[in-house]
């Protein structure tokens, strides 16, 4: 497929400077501050090794975490893990974009690397506004003259519109980095040549993005079905009148997705045949897996889908053409309540349709349970695969796509 922006085959990087936005946000160790996963760092080495190898002076910006958790942090240790996985020195700038942060950008030589300070310590990174304005910010004005490129690679992060994500390309010519240009052409061309039927395997806690999705493949007749999990199976339960429980129910409140119940009502009531909930559930009895017909629910935690729904499911999604997948089928961290998503993702990898799983806590499962090589594409970003799934604009691709070139 063709893209209205440039990829880094575009443009000439020897000898010039190139700052790439990457997501390399990583779980920490709350005790000692250790990375303790770094897949991110490794799926956007491609982007700056192959910087590097053609001579470019490159500045890589990036955030861990946000203000508030325990893991928001420096990126320090993600400069030294860097040059691990890179082979080569990435030096760790402590500045973002203030006098010691340009001295070092300025004094870069072709194929060097350096990190900048965790983008977020910067207080309007985190606000949520248009480009136009994100591109007026401190950081973009300091930092853009002494630029010849942006690369933004942080698919993760597309569906944001902060200064860092959003603001560059709108004052210096900008390409997509290598996970972008494939993230994209994967998911937009799954997206343009759904084969039938296409299945949606949609769980987890996330229950607004999970809706949002499902109401628009449904609404513009790309999902043929719909299957439920996790808390957005409990949220369609509720919906369908089933007594889930008030333990149940009030996780449900606390999260604050008591009106997704109706939403959920309505869009069952408007496609019945293809949303499926699940017809058993297990429980959390004294610490033990307990495998209830949703008619049964007892007043204990919904922690996984049942073992009748996991055979029922298994048999739709084996019959898929086109699979998409987002969030755990339930607490797949305790090994008693992680077989239902053991035995969806099993059944997806061992389907003969094209299957994408959209980033976050299931594809770590994946991961885990060994499945990664079996699926055809694991999505780095949740929230911006989930987006792009919905019909919604990723701000990040579309200043890319504005972005004025020479």
Known sequence: ?????????????????????????????????????????????????????RGARTVVMAHQSRPGKNDFTTLEQHARALSDILGRPVRYVE?????????????LEDGEIILLENVRFYSEEVLKRDPE????????????????????????????????LVGFALRVPSAAGRVMERELRTLQGALENVERPCVYVLGGVKVDDSIMVMKNVLENGSADLVLTTGLVANIFLAGCGVKIGKVNMDFIKSRGY???IKVAKKLKKRFPERILVPVDVAVCREGKRVDVPVKKIPNHPIQDIGMETIK??????????????????????????????EDILNAISSSEGFSIIGGGHLAAAAVKMGFEDSINHISSGGGASISLLAGEELPAVRVLEESRHP
Do not use: W
């Open 1 to 53: 497929m063709s893209f209205k922006f440039k990829t880094m085959d575009d443009i000439e990087v020897t000898g010039k400077t190139v700052l790439v936005r990457v997501d390399i946000n990583s779980p920490v160790d709350p005790n000692d501050g250790t990375i303790l996963d770094d897949t991110r760092m490794r799926l956007h080495a491609e982007t700056l090794r192959e910087l590097a190898d």
């Open 95 to 107: 500045d973002i974009f203030g006098s010691a942060a340009r001295e070092s950008i300025s004094g």
């Open 133 to 164: 304005e994100q591109a007026e910010t401190h950081l973009v004005r300091k930092l853009a003259p002494l630029l010849d490129y942006f690369i933004n690679d942080a698919f993760a992060a597309a569906h944001r519109s902060q200064p860092s």
């Open 258 to 260: 008591c009106d997704f």
């Open 312 to 341: 029922l499911y298994a048999r739709r999604i084996r019959e898929a053409r086109t699979l998409f997948a987002n969030g755990p089928a339930g607490v797949f961290e305790n090994p008693d309540f992680s077989i239902g998503t």
